[in-house]
């Protein structure tokens, strides 16, 4: 092929030559059909392949089935009362922020010194690119909020790995957009890339590891009483727990949520309703 390993530590890459790299391990009884070098902002390159690789094998079957609600706190709610919290990269994402604002404002500084110069005719204008300190910033920038998205796909890669392992029917909301108007938009926007992050894992992991997966219809979930089926209606955001009015059962909002989603996943016959994923 184009792409050839030399020992553990390196590629041979056509007109690069020998790269230093790591992980060629992985690359072992694949056939690599096509490759991509990109120049990411943060100044890294990295080097993209694709390849042909034998059929996964199999997980074993566990004879369990999950419904899975999904939500900001923590991002995946099981039917049998487990949680499992959001990911939480506070650091990281501190550090994008404060380089975001020093991008903003240093860059904002050098638009003005640049159109000054051109205002006043100076005999040789200075341009955006002449300024680094800006280009600086934006480097650091792109650095941290790659670390930070880095480790919420890894964090969510080892979340769906576990539960395709775990279960062999997995029950999903299948959602557009959640309810989210009281969160700050942040949030909302990070909570939004995770949910579909975490949906499109699960299900190529379920096809790849010989699992199920099944995306339900998400109306009423969160107002049906999972017990006795009756609908006390819309609950705000901030009710986190309630009683049922008819069986005085008391409900955890998420859970209750997760529990009527496998129902509809596992009662429902397919073509109902319901959408079948993979199988
Ligand atoms: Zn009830």
Redo the contacts with the bound molecule.
């Keep these: 092929s184009i792409i050839k390993t030399a020992g553990k530590r390196y590629l041979k890459i056509p007109k690069l030559g020998y790269v230093k790299t790591s992980k060629t391990g992985v690359l072992q009884n694949t056939k690599i059909k096509r490759y991509t070098v990109l120049l990411e902002p943060t100044g890294k390159y990295y080097l993209s392949l694709q390849a042909e690789i034998s059929e996964p094998e199999k997980y074993s079957l566990t004879g369990k089935q999950v419904g899975i609600d999904v939500g900001i706190a923590d991002l995946a709610i099981l039917s049998n009362g487990l949680k499992y919290p959001s990911f939480n990269s506070s650091y990281f994402e501190k550090k994008a922020k404060i380089w975001q604002k020093k991008y903003s404002r240093r860059r904002h500084l050098v638009k003005l010194l640049v159109l000054q110069d051109r205002n006043k005719r100076v005999l040789c204008p200075r341009s955006l690119e002449s300024f680094t300190n800006w280009q600086k910033a934006q480097k650091s920038k792109a650095k941290y909020q790659a670390k930070a998205a880095n480790q919420r796909r890894d964090y969510l890669h080892k979340l769906t790995t576990h539960l395709v392992k775990q279960y062999d029917v997995i029950a999903i909301e299948d959602l557009k957009t959640k309810n989210l108007q009281k969160n700050h938009h942040l949030a909302k926007s990070i909570a939004n890339a995770s949910w579909r992050m975490f949906r499109q894992m699960l299900e190529y992991k379920c096809e790849w590891y010989g699992k199920k997966l099944i995306a339900v219809d998400p109306k009423n979930t969160s107002r049906i009483?999972?017990?006795?089926?009756?609908n006390s209606g819309a609950k705000p955001l901030e009710i986190r727990e309630w009683i049922?009015?008819?069986?005085?059962?008391k409900h955890d909002r998420d859970i209750n949520a997760a529990v009527n989603i496998l129902h509809k996943g596992s009662t429902k016959p397919t073509g109902q309703g319901l959408t079948m994923v993979t199988s």
Excluded at 244 to 249: A, D, I, L, M, W
Aim: charged content about 15%; glycine content about 8%; proline content about 8%.
């Design positions: 009483c999972s017990k006795c089926g009756y049922c009015p008819k069986c005085q059962t």
